[in-house]
């Protein structure tokens, strides 16, 4: 079993940053992918980003808009979103996923977070 803890969430007015952090412990042999995702209230999970053990990423370009990267530290078992000119439809709560897939559709993981609530208002 992996266990996922996300961090970094909070609240920020348009057109600030903000930056999410995802540890990952427990049985993280099998994990290749890690991604993050969001949902917004009434809204399905959509995925944003993510990030295979050799670097590669791939992005939601329709969420994403050159706005966000994905950054992986192996040797801590960690993954991170760093989101700038944040606008208000990017509120919505954040988990990060994992699984031996690289991919950011949200079928494709089992391992997932408890999530972070990023609120973008001014």
């Known amino acids: 079993e992996v266990k996922l803890v996300e961090s970094g969430g909070g609240s920020v007015q348009p057109g600030g940053s903000l930056r999410l952090s995802c540890e990952a412990s427990g049985d993280t042999r099998s994990v290749r992918g890690m991604a993050w995702f969001r949902q917004a209230p009434g809204k399905e999970r959509e995925g944003i980003a993510a990030i295979g053990s050799g670097g590669s990423t791939i992005y939601n370009s329709d969420v994403v808009k050159g706005r966000f990267t994905i950054s992986r530290d192996k040797a801590k078992n960690t993954a991170s979103l760093q989101m700038d000119s944040l606008k208000p439809e990017d509120t919505g709560m954040y988990y990060c996923?994992?699984?031996?897939?690289?991919?950011?559709?949200?079928?494709?993981?089992?391992?997932w977070g408890q999530g972070t609530q990023v609120t973008v208002s001014s």
């Open positions: 996923a994992a699984g031996v897939a690289t991919s950011v559709r949200p079928e494709s993981y089992t391992n």
